[in-house]
């Protein structure tokens, strides 16, 4: 049964409960159609409260249309300013990207792989307020960045920002200079069996003006303690190291190379604008910012990346670095600047070089300024002790015992290794109290100045010749080698007595062969002199040498992969000679892998005489004797001359005997 209860709100008036929906529904209808306006005037004087952008927004759309406008995203100094390279342009590039491996070197998660991403994140970053640490800002840390877009860009709402970091090392106002500074092949070690590169900014300024405590860059691996040798070299090669720049004052350095390791600097000043200096000083600022790269012995080494810092003072596309390159080694970059021509310029871009000797050339000089009796003095004081009290010594000439002394003093410095012993204290302390009682000496005219690396051979080598072989009958040979320098070479700026030599191809073209005959990954000598006589300046010669070559000169397609090397000695008659004897260590095999290895000895005798400046004869001969694998018992012996017709061309004439004799005539291009 169905009640009425339920349908009435209010039972004494019986008003139907439906009726009352209808009018709430009704009202409230009327209500939101009344309030809508309202509210809609309300949003709409919300929104036209504010603009619908900020300022900055809108300085960042301008920007960025005028970025578009003149495609600065794939700008050649933008890209260099990244450091991007295209496909092969660089070791290990497989697609266009930085060489960077530092993500705190992007602003844009993108930027590694995306310049145009890196631009707008950088544009973003440069119009940001500074914070607390103004050296953090966009515009401190990335310098060279700030100033290229400010040239591009209309930046000059933007408030200047003050970068105390940056110009305390800077110091543009005081800065007068940029010189390149090459360091002499270092054999004992191979990373730098080329040589190495420093940058050095100079000065002006009263404090840090002097040359040795002048700001200098360097770029080098970050080694891991404890690597032996063989995970060295594997990191090297294949870039298991990082690489970075770092910053010291050059006394460092100088105490490193010159002290320490006996290597020669030549420092080279760079003819930069100020313009030019200025984009340099900005990027190796914001490399220094902790930036890593990958590390690799042949290619991207110190010279490489000084060489790109270097290209950095031109806002175009001009770069000192080959484009595909497979090796880079520090004397080709100085060679490439004394050749690079930009634009009209009235000087050319490397200056005259400065010697910096190092610890043990200076010894020599100051022994050779030395009369006979001083030399003698000067042993006997090195050799017997307390001879500096006795009669013989104090009855000498009083500017003799000055000389005497300060060679002495530069002997001792040469000898020490790390700290002094208290002895050697000791003896420095009587030897310094004597000095200060002696007269000061005028300055004598130094001794005579080696020649400059760049007065050298360049580093790369082309070779076109004509053979002759008693067994086989005449053929044409082209060759060339990667670097650096052989012994019978013209030795001007080189080390001397020395040959690095790697990637050294020889091919030989007769009518029905082309065959490689020699295949030399890497020859390295030392032959160690004591020019000044006095003991201590002293060394052991050695060399090392591998290569796939034939097994004689009789055949062609017997190759076999040789290893040698050994130590010797070395002594010099006339000064342009030299004569040597060693003992080598050999080991070989043949090209077929089920021969056995043959291992033994191979004394050698040789001598090099250079009866003029361009003409130089080598002759050497040493016999085979296997002791472990097959019986190989032979003679091996050669001569070589070479006549230098200019700085970069050269022709040898070379006969070599193997089982037969062949000869050579072969002209060399240096480039």
Not at 115 to 134: F, H, R
Not at 342 to 353: A, M, T, V
Not at 426 to 450: F, H
């Amino acid at each position: 049964m169905i009640t009425t209860e339920g349908l009435y709100a209010n039972k004494s008036n019986k008003i139907p409960v439906f009726t009352l929906k209808i009018f709430y529904l009704r009202s409230w209808l009327l209500f939101c159609l009344i309030l809508l306006p309202s509210v809609t005037l309300l949003q709409a004087g919300a929104d036209n409260s504010e603009p619908v952008q900020s300022s900055e927004s809108q300085l960042l759309l301008s920007l960025w249309e005028q970025a578009l406008e003149h495609q600065l995203s794939q700008h050649p100094y933008w890209l260099k300013l990244l450091h991007f390279y295209s496909f092969a342009e660089s070791v290990g590039q497989w697609s266009f990207k930085s060489d960077v491996e530092s993500s705190g070197f992007f602003l844009s998660a993108k930027g590694k792989t995306d310049p145009q991403a890196e631009l707008k994140a950088t544009i973003k970053a440069l119009l940001a307020p500074a914070g607390n640490d103004p050296n953090q800002h966009a515009r401190c840390k990335f310098v060279a960045r700030f100033n290229w877009l400010r040239s591009k860009l209309d930046l000059s709402v933007l408030p200047k920002q003050a970068c105390p970091l940056f110009e305390r090392w800077a110091n543009l106002e005081e800065a007068s200079g940029i010189s390149i500074v090459f360091v002499s092949a270092y054999l004992k070690n191979p990373a730098s069996i080329f040589g190495h590169l420093l940058i050095k900014f100079n000065s002006t300024n009263s404090l840090f003006g002097h040359s040795l405590l002048r700001p200098t860059l360097n770029y080098g691996a970050k080694i891991t303690p404890g690597d032996n040798p063989f995970m060295y070299a594997l990191n090297g090669l294949f870039g298991g190291y990082e690489g970075s720049f770092t910053d010291e004052r050059f006394y460092n350095y100088n105490h490193i190379y010159g002290e320490n390791e006996l290597r020669d600097l030549w420092e080279y000043p760079l003819n930069f604008t100020i313009q030019e200096r200025q984009r340099v000083t900005y990027h190796a600022w914001e490399l220094l910012q902790n930036i890593n790269f990958n590390y690799y012995f042949f290619l991207d080494n110190c010279a490489y990346r000084m060489a790109e810092l270097l290209a950095m003072a031109w806002d175009d596309a001009a770069r000192i670095n080959i484009s595909g390159a497979l090796w880079s080694v520090p004397l080709d970059v100085v060679f490439k600047l004394q050749k690079f021509n930009k634009g009209s310029r009235q000087q050319p871009l490397l200056g005259i070089p400065r010697l910096i000797p190092s610890r043990q050339r200076k010894l020599q000089q100051r022994v050779s300024q030395l009369s006979e009796l001083e030399q003698a003095q000067l042993k006997s004081l090195i050799e017997t002790t307390d001879y500096l009290d006795s009669e013989k010594f104090l009855s000498f000439p009083e500017k003799s015992q000055a000389r005497i002394v300060d060679a002495m003093l530069d002997y001792l410095q040469y000898e020490k290794k790390g700290k002094f012993t208290l002895h050697q204290q000791n003896e420095l302390n009587k030897l310094l109290l004597l000095r200060s009682s002696l007269p000061i000496l005028e300055t004598k005219a130094d001794a005579e100045v080696p020649q400059a690396p760049t007065e050298g051979n360049p580093p790369t080598r082309f070779r076109f010749g004509t053979i002759f072989n008693a067994s086989l009958g005449p053929a044409l040979e082209v060759g060339s080698w990667g670097n650096y320098h052989d012994l019978l070479g013209n030795e001007s700026g080189h080390l001397q007595n020395a040959e690095v030599v790697g990637l050294d191809l020889h091919l030989q073209i007769r009518e029905t062969s082309f065959e490689v005959t020699q295949f030399q990954l890497f020859n390295i000598q030392k032959y160690t002199l004591s020019p000044s006589g006095i003991p201590g300046d002293f060394d052991w010669s050695w060399r090392a040498r591998a290569a796939w070559e034939r097994e004689n000169y009789s055949c062609l397609a017997c190759r076999q992969f040789r290893m040698i090397g050994g130590f010797g000695a070395s002594i010099s008659l006339t000064g342009n000679d030299l004569e040597y004897a060693f003992v080598d260590l050999f080991g070989e095999t043949s090209t077929d892998l089920r021969s056995g290895v043959t291992l033994g000895y191979a004394p050698h005798l040789g001598v090099t005489w250079s009866p003029l400046d361009l003409w130089k004869i080598k002759l050497e001969g040493g016999l085979f004797k296997s002791v472990f694998g097959p019986k190989k018992d032979y003679f091996r012996g050669s001569f070589k001359q070479r006549l230098s017709l200019a700085q970069d061309w050269d022709i040898r004439l070379e006969m070599a005997q193997l089982e037969t004799v062949e000869g050579a005539i072969a002209l060399h291009y240096y480039w």
